[in-house]
């Protein structure tokens, strides 16, 4: 698997974390998971999505 492939993977997984606590914060709904949790899964899921689409601009920007 080469590195483009992984960041790819690893950006898809960061937004939904982050997408799960972003939810979870909106509808307050889900009542097994504390909502400082929730607070955890957005920001660390929107550094995730942040760090690995600038490292997805740069993998491509080398390759061309």
């Given at each position: 698997?080469?590195?483009?492939?992984?960041?790819?993977?690893?950006?898809?997984?960061?937004?939904?974390?982050?997408?799960?606590?972003?939810?979870?914060?909106?509808?307050?709904?889900?009542?097994?998971?504390?909502?400082?949790?929730?607070?955890?899964?957005?920001?660390?899921?929107?550094?995730?999505?942040?760090?690995?689409g600038i490292?997805?601009?740069?993998?491509?920007?080398?390759?061309?």
């Open positions: 698997m080469n590195y483009k492939k992984r960041v790819i993977i690893t950006l898809v997984g960061s937004f939904l974390i982050f997408t799960i606590g972003v939810s979870r914060i909106q509808t307050e709904s889900l009542t097994f998971t504390p909502l400082f949790v929730a607070y955890i899964f957005g920001i660390t899921g929107l550094v995730g999505v942040i760090t690995n490292k997805l601009l740069q993998a491509s920007q080398n390759k061309q």
